[in-house]
């Protein structure tokens, strides 16, 4: 882990960082699954999130041994009703839903002179930042359609940093998954876990809820 005073910028997954959109997501994927006739459970809808939408599609069928009935084009058909789904919920979305204390740090990282990026595998996020007036803080945003790998591997946390011209050892990456913080660990960047310590025992620096996270309260962690 890389001492406060080389960080230069943050790295900000969206989903469940910035907003709760994975409500809305595990709505319209508990409709496929539904639709399909796969088990829903905690464990899977826990494990969805951070995951690329064909590979949370896979992962549905294969919970329920589905995964050889559906041709490739009928995938891709489940997966585009699911985004419509999700969209209709996320057309419903205004600066309220954005999470608690996120707008004062992402002012807070501003007036620091941090620089910022987002690395979602949301194709969506261009839309949800629009709806949360926070577009203004994101001109680096990683494409998705960009990436041959999803998280956990760490190339979408390597383009967020080389967006915004910094080595990854200059980044703190922000996820409330296991799977991004294995992405922002193999990227070499600090990262910050918000959410159950335990599911997140890989994070660098670990935090609740986003309401606990302020530049003191990350240099406190980071140079203990």
């Not at 910050?192 to 997140?200: A, F, M, R």
């Amino acid at each position: 882990m890389a001492k406060f005073s080389d960080i230069k910028g943050f790295v900000f997954d969206l989903d469940g960082v910035i907003t709760d959109t994975s409500v809305f997501h595990s709505q319209a994927w508990h409709q496929v699954a539904d639709k399909v006739g796969a088990p829903w459970s905690k464990e899977l809808e826990d494990g969805l999130k951070g995951i690329s939408r064909m590979d949370s599609l896979e992962m549905i069928l294969k919970a329920g041994n589905l995964q050889d009935k559906y041709t490739d084009d009928q995938k891709v058909d489940l997966a585009t009703e699911k985004n419509t789904n999700y969209l209709k919920l996320v057309d419903q979305m205004t600066p309220a839903n954005i999470l608690p204390g996120i707008k004062d740090f992402l002012d807070e990282i501003k007036d620091g002179g941090y620089l910022l990026s987002l690395a979602s595998a949301s194709k969506n996020a261009p839309k949800v930042l629009q709806k949360l007036n926070l577009t203004d803080y994101f001109p680096k945003i990683v494409d998705p359609k960009t990436l041959t790998h999803g998280k956990p591997d760490p190339e979408i946390y390597i383009k967020g940093a080389e967006l915004i011209d910094l080595e990854p050892e200059q980044c703190i990456g922000v996820e409330d998954a296991a799977a991004g913080v294995e992405s922002i660990n193999a990227a070499g960047e600090t990262s910050i876990g918000i959410g159950d310590k335990t599911i997140l025992k890989d994070a660098d620096v670990n935090f609740a809820n986003t309401a606990e996270m302020t530049l003191k309260n990350i240099e406190a962690q980071m140079d203990a």
